[in-house]
């Protein structure tokens, strides 16, 4: 991970912003629902460009990933998930659901 990331969500998605990852995102009802566009994505129209994990500062059970997305339609932006004991299953789900091609992990 880069270390510029490497301590906060923040840190990360204003540098991505920067790279063009302005889109945020929601989860809904089993698609990722974009807030700027109204459109919905399900797992396979998602690319994952990359992916950090965090853990709280004050609590190590305190985590999180943090998703940097593209779309099949061109939209970028990022995802912020709780993990560990305080994740949505739903929200997990979806993301485990995203197909394996679709990782570009380095």
Do not use: Q
């Amino acid at each position: 991970m880069n270390d510029a990331y490497a301590k906060h969500e923040k840190d990360a998605i204003d540098e991505f912003e920067k790279k063009g990852y302005t889109a945020r995102y929601r989860y809904e009802n089993d698609v990722l629902f974009n807030l700027e566009t109204h459109k919905n994505y399900k797992p396979v129209n998602i690319t994952i460009v990359k992916e950090f994990r965090y853990e709280g500062m004050s609590d190590p059970d305190d985590l999180s990933i943090l998703y940097i997305i593209g779309t099949d339609d061109g939209s970028k932006g990022t995802f912020l998930m709780a993990y560990g004991p305080s994740a949505d299953t739903d929200t997990a789900m979806f993301f485990k659901n995203v197909p394996e091609e679709n990782y570009h992990r380095e």
